[in-house]
């Protein structure tokens, strides 16, 4: 097994619903291709050092996952480039 650590920004400026839709999505994309969350943080709303896409702020969240290959990883990090509501992400293997 493979351990991966992924931490995501949300936009600030959605509502409640959007944040926990758009939560939700990316786990589905992990769980759908047998990864195995181990950890799942909500770290709340944060300050940036600097602006990135025009926000000062956003939500970040923290998940550990063990996955056989990196199929969920490089799915994940497509969903998440894509996903409008995701400011920015990273993918860490622990392995390493």
Known sequence: M???E????VRPDIDEDAIKNT???LEKVLT???AK???SKELGQKEFAYVI???KSGYYFLY???SKDDAAVKEFSRVARLDENVVR???LNLDK
Request: proline share 0%.
């Open 23 to 25: 939560v939700k999505s």
């Open 32 to 34: 759908d291709r047998k």
């Open 64 to 66: 550990n996952i063990e």
């Open 2 to 4: 493979k351990n991966y």
């Open 89 to 91: 992400y990273l993918v």
């Open 37 to 39: 969350i181990t950890l």
């Open 53 to 55: 896409k025009k926000f």
């Open 6 to 9: 992924i931490m995501f920004i």
